[in-house]
Every structure is written in C-alpha cells, then in structure tokens.
C-alpha cells in the first residue's frame, strides 16, 4: 500500500535551517506529483508547495516563497523540503502528500518542526 | 488571495444527515475537494472533484456544489464521523484550504 514517512523534524532557532524528508513506497514515486501541507498546533491546514513528478515545475504558497524549496530524487523515491529562514510562525506538523495539482490523495503521518529560542 | 469560508462548527445527532458548506468566489468553476481529519490523525480525502469518492469511502458521504457553494453532505451519521472537515480548491497557482468545520455527533 501507498506508505509516505517523514523524517528530519524537530527544534530550530528563528532564522535556522532544516531539510525534511519524505520517503515514499508503494507506488510508482516518479511519475507522481507531491506536496507539502503545514497544520500549526491547535489550527487548520496550510498548503506548502507542489512539485511536478519530474520536478519541472514547483509552486509555493506566498508565506514560503523565497524560504523554502521543495526538491525531489526519483532514483531514491524521496521527497524534500528545504526550509531557511525559518521563522517562529513556521512551527507546524508538516504532511507530505501524493496527490495531482489539485488533489491531495494520500497523507503520510506528519513531521512536527518547533521553531523556537 | 482567494479564500474558502466555512462555518466553524456543526452539530447533528446520530443517524441524521449533515451539511458542512464551503463557499469562495467563482467556486463552481473550481474543483472541490474535502478532507476529514480525526484528533491525532493525518487528513483523509473523502471527496475530490466536487462529488467523487475514493475507494473505502463510505457511501453515506457525498458532495455537490451550487453557483458558489459547495457541500459535503453525510448521510446517516455515526458517531466515528466526528471531526474536523476541510474544503479545499486551486486558484492562481495556489491550492487553499478552507478554515475547517468541526462536527459534532451528539
């Protein structure tokens, strides 16, 4: 079955760095699209950025932009976030999901990142 | 930028039927998915394209939409159906989820 385990979360200082990976199994890794979904404790869902399946094309939300940057390696079947700049808003559990441009279809189990002094 | 709005909360007693709306500008130009999430657990897709549902999903849950509002309807609750739902769409380049609507069974 579609599996999508994140890993390389934890605590960061504001204006940090840290990459989080998404490492996925279960179906065909290269010719899917993928995103990234933020959901701050206790709040709603916030969609991160989009990534074509050959990594051609990327989108990001306007509060990212700039800060950080999706990326993936089809030879290891994984996902990546590249976050910098971090900031103390950017604190969230962050889902990588399998899903088309506008469709989300499958959420791995969440990453939480703690920006925090 | 564009924005989904949803009521907060619903409430319904179970075996009743649900209604959890979403509604944006130009909305019915627009895909509409929606997602359940239960505490602690990761988002589920229950509808895409406005009224598909994936395989597993229950039949009593459905979607439709109308001029700029769309609704997830829930037919038959049941108290496992208790959690927080969120519309979502694409516009401009940018996929934007709704504020969530949490439902009640009681």
């Known amino acids: 079955q579609v599996q999508l385990v994140e890993s390389g979360g934890g605590v960061v200082q504001p204006g940090g760095s840290l990459r989080l990976s998404c490492a996925a199994s279960?179906?065909?890794?290269?010719?899917?699209?993928m995103h990234w979904v933020r959901q701050a404790p206790g709040k709603g869902l916030e969609w991160v950025g989009f990534?074509?399946?050959?990594?051609?094309?990327?989108y990001y939300a306007e509060s990212v932009k700039g800060r950080f940057t999706i990326s993936r390696d089809n030879s290891k079947n994984t996902l990546y976030l590249q976050m910098n700049s971090l900031r103390v808003e950017d604190t969230s559990v962050y889902y990588c999901?399998?899903?088309?441009?506008?469709?989300?279809?499958?959420w791995g189990q969440g990453m939480l990142v703690t920006v925090s002094s | 930028s564009y924005e989904l709005t949803q009521s907060p909360s619903v409430s319904v007693s179970p075996g009743q039927t649900a209604s959890i709306t979403c509604s944006g500008d130009d909305l019915g130009h627009k895909y509409v998915c929606w997602y359940q999430q239960k505490p602690g657990q990761s988002p589920l897709l229950v509808i895409y394209?406005?009224?598909k549902r994936p395989s597993g999903i229950p039949e009593r849950f459905s979607g439709s939409i109308s001029g700029n509002t769309a609704t997830l309807t829930i037919s038959g609750t049941q108290a496992m159906d208790e959690a927080d739902f969120y519309c979502?769409?694409?516009?401009?380049?940018?996929?934007?989820f709704g504020g969530g609507t949490k439902l009640t069974v009681l």
């Open positions: 990534i074509r399946y050959d990594g051609s094309t990327k």
């Open positions: 279960g179906f065909t890794f290269s010719t899917s699209g």
């Open positions: 999901v399998k899903g088309l441009l506008q469709e989300l279809f499958v």
């Open positions: 979502q769409a694409w516009d401009n380049a940018s996929l934007v």
């Open positions: 394209e406005d009224n």
